[in-house]
């Protein structure tokens, strides 16, 4: 985005800065899906505050900016180019009201490997939320990763792990990276998501299993409409603390978050072994006592 040309001071007859082009010089640009040049916004003209006062001069607002100065002219398949706006002329008497600039934020989407996906960008303004087409193109991309991988696309986060949905207000700029899963996931028309993977148990370790380790042993990610935690129901345990054989049982144990039309739930299977078996640390959710 080209700068924004600076405001003329009031009474000084001068006029306002030009904005700056967004890119310019001599070569080639390519403006992708989803990406965007912007000219800077001409700075406003100086104001004469005193009516009575007729030997200053009014100031000129400045030119808004070009989106893309360059030669050749730039290709723009499927971006946006947008040269700024001209700033306002200076008036006599009562400074013109000057409407706030709206604030916005972009959001990178990246792959595993931390390197922008193209098109993958996002201007969204400041408490709104990411472009459905350019989100849903990219959750396409990552479930295509997750093939590759020979794995589950859980969530696009943040380098704090928070999830974000096409429903998450955005409230600065923000890089996402794609979160993958082990196991096999289930998410619901309004976005909430839950993941879970078959484990295994050692079979001395069965009565003392809580709700908690399970999801552990799962390891159980859940997360609502807006990317935020849920809690996770869990249906099984008891069923689970009577089985004696060392082999696997299909379905055993469900994990569900939401209730009514809104319940999503997915079942794994459980390994019971001879052996001892240690458990894991991680787990994102919150327990919902059944």
């Known amino acids: 985005m080209g700068g ?11 006029n306002g800065g030009a904005g700056g082009a967004g890119v310019k010089g001599a070569f080639t640009v390519e403006v992708l899906t989803g990406g965007s040049i912007t000219g800077g916004n001409g700075g406003h003209g100086a104001n004469v505050t005193d009516a009575s006062d007729t030997t200053t001069a009014l100031g000129t607002g400045g030119s808004g900016g070009k989106g893309a100065d360059v030669r050749p002219e730039a290709a723009n398949n499927g971006g946006t180019i947008t040269d700024g706006t001209n700033g306002l002329d200076g008036v006599r008497g009562a400074a013109p009201v000057v409407p ?3 604030k916005k934020h972009t959001v990178t989407f990246t792959d595993d490997q931390g390197q922008n996906i193209a098109g993958g960008s996002s201007e969204v303004a400041a408490g709104g939320s990411i472009d459905e087409t350019v989100f849903d193109k990219m959750v396409q991309w990552a479930q295509q990763k997750a093939q590759e991988l020979n794995k589950t696309f859980l969530a696009w986060v943040d ?5 974000y949905t096409k429903f998450t207000q955005i409230l600065t700029d923000v890089i996402l990276k794609p979160l993958f899963h082990d196991g096999n996931s289930v998410s619901g028309a309004d976005g909430r998501t839950i993941a879970a993977k078959d484990f295994t148990v050692g079979k001395a370790d069965l009565q003392a299993l809580q709700e908690e380790t399970l999801k552990t042993l799962a390891d159980v990610k859940a997360y609502g409409p807006a990317g935020e935690i849920t809690e996770i129901a869990v249906a099984g345990l ?3 603390k009577t089985k004696t054989d060392t082999k696997t049982y299909k379905d055993l144990i469900s994990f569900s978050i939401g209730d009514g039309e809104n319940q999503l739930t997915v079942k794994v299977d459980v390994t019971i072994t001879d052996e001892a078996v240690k458990f894991p640390v991680t787990i994102i959710g919150r327990t919902a006592h059944t």
């Open 4 to 14: 924004n040309g600076a405001d003329a001071a009031d009474n000084s007859g001068t």
């Open 100 to 102: 706030p600039e709206e």
């Open 159 to 163: 380098g704090a792990n928070k999830v």
């Open 238 to 240: 008891d069923d689970l």
